[in-house]
């Protein structure tokens, strides 16, 4: 196996741990302030990480300051919380097949934006993820509207 399919791996290990406990604490505090705290402890992490741990020169144009943050919030913040309120109004499992449509989005996004090729083992693939949520929403649409 190598590093970067171990890491992968890893990655998503840790991701599920991360969401199972997320739903258990969002029965017990607000969503929005759980997404402010794992935000803090994670970027401080990460930026000790980035800093420390791999040497990479911590060296910013001004330019680049605004779309970083822009990115940041999009990115990082909102998609964060949306995820947790989702984790807490429908529960780990559906949450997580439809943010599992991150790829198609993203899929789309690279050809409209990046003008990336496209396969139609890709596109066959999108149509298959978007069928299945479908499928699971059709069957169970419960939802728990807070």
């Known amino acids: 196996m190598t590093s970067q399919i171990f890491y ?3 990655s998503v290990f840790f991701w599920g ?22 935000s803090a402890i994670g970027g ?4 000790v990480i980035a800093i420390f741990g791999f040497g990479i020169p911590f060296s910013l144009e001004e330019s680049q300051i605004i779309p970083i943050l822009v990115l940041g919030m999009i990115g990082f913040a909102a998609s964060l919380y ?5 984790l807490k109004r429908i529960s780990t499992v559906r949450t997580v097949l439809i943010f599992s449509m991150a790829s198609v989005f993203g899929l789309g996004a690279s050809l409209i934006f ?3 090729q496209i396969s139609w083992y890709q596109i066959i ?3 298959i993820m978007i069928l299945g949520i479908w499928m699971m929403n059709r069957k169970d649409p ?3 509207p807070i």
Do not use: G, P, W
């Open 114 to 116: 990046l003008h990336e």
């Open 44 to 47: 401080a992490i990460m930026f």
């Open 125 to 127: 693939a999108a149509i």
């Open 8 to 10: 992968s791996y890893l």
């Open 142 to 144: 419960t939802i728990n």
């Open 82 to 86: 949306f995820f947790m309120q989702s």
């Open 17 to 38: 741990i991360d969401n199972n406990l997320s739903r258990m604490l969002i029965e017990k505090a607000e969503v929005a302030k759980i997404a402010q705290i794992k």
